[in-house]
């Protein structure tokens, strides 16, 4: 049977190729039809050995003995499993967002990005926490965008292969170790890391009022705030070059005085300026850059699949 359904996972459908034999069991397999345990067989693609390639077959069976009539049943109806996988694994997702989202902000709290359990602090009291302000604010509008929380899932789903990877290349640093002892496991990157970007598309989609801004705070580390910094530093200078001398001076008033509002007049003139617009755009995207990856960081290197562990153990003696 190439399928079989994950308890552990909610009931995701799992492909037998995808999975990793030594670290599959984790995911508790059992058979669609039958709902009994499964283990994984892997086989030779080719019976002749003159044709052999290497190239491996890997298929789901049964643990114990099935009766013939019923396992006949269970090949039969597989590949329409497979089909309607997902619709199925839908219905998965939403089972596994039924246990996580009660302790959700709790979890990201205290992923493993954090030295210890994160806290929020107020950015206001930063000497130019107007602009922070102005910055959380903008961010909280730009994550309500569908297009852009699609584009922090893709990242988030995808950031072993694209960040993580790379930056263990020197085994010896602590970011390697850290990483590898905890975080590497065939089904952390597999499955871990897509339960990361659903529960992260479903926090910017769904969270609301204090839950959402604690999100985006955790989210505006220092390396972001420098980022923002720099960023408002290109863009004031530019967007003064653009005015007259008298509107010039009061420019520079409004930005000493509140930048928050300051950055609200940047916003307002570069729609009459293409160079403006071109450096705010850029800049701006800088910030936004670091601002995804710092966030995706964070759900990243959330235990997931730990939790559900813990979680399933809990329903079971309730």
């Not at 069976?61 to 269970?74: E, F, G, V």
């Not at 072993?160 to 089904?187: G, H, L, R, W």
Request: net charge negative; aromatic share 12%; with cysteine.
């Amino acid at each position: 049977m190439q399928y079989a359904e994950s308890k552990l996972l909610c009931g995701e459908i799992i492909d037998a190729s995808d999975v990793d034999i030594e670290t599959y069991e984790e995911l508790i397999p059992v058979c669609l039809v039958t709902k009994k345990r499964v283990r994984l067989v892997t086989y030779p693609a080719q019976s002749v050995p003159e044709w052999d390639t290497g190239e491996l077959i890997h298929t789901w069976t049964h643990i114990d003995k099935i009766p013939y009539s019923t396992l006949n049943l269970c090949y039969e109806s597989n590949q329409h499993y497979g089909k309607e996988s997902h619709t199925i694994n839908s219905l998965a997702y939403y089972n596994r967002l039924k246990l996580l989202n009660p302790n959700l902000i709790k979890l990201i709290k205290n992923s493993a990005v954090f030295e210890q359990p994160a806290t929020v602090g107020n950015l206001d009291n930063l000497f130019d926490g107007g602009l922070m302000h102005w910055l959380v604010d903008f961010l909280i509008e730009i994550v309500r965008n569908k297009v852009a929380q699609n584009r922090f899932m893709d990242e988030c789903q995808n950031l072993y292969d694209n960040c993580i990877k790379e930056s263990m290349a020197d085994k010896s640093s602590y970011f390697y170790q850290f990483v590898d002892s905890n975080f590497t496991a065939p089904n952390h990157k597999v499955y871990g890391s897509k339960i990361a970007s659903e529960m992260l598309g479903y926090a910017l989609a769904n969270l609301q009022g204090q839950d959402i801004i604690e999100l985006i705070h955790l989210g505006v580390n220092e390396p972001v705030q420098e980022s923002m910094r720099i960023a408002a530093d290109k863009i004031s200078s530019m967007a003064a070059s653009t005015l007259e001398p008298d509107e010039k001076s009061e420019f520079w008033e409004w930005w000493k005085a509140n930048k928050y509002l300051g950055m609200n007049r940047i916003k307002e003139f570069s729609k009459k300026s293409p160079n403006l617009r071109f450096i705010y755009k850029k800049y701006i995207a800088e910030v936004l850059h670091k601002f995804s990856l710092n966030l995706c960081l964070i759900f990243w290197f959330v235990p997931w699949l730990d939790e559900l562990k813990k979680l399933n153990q809990q329903s079971q003696t309730q």
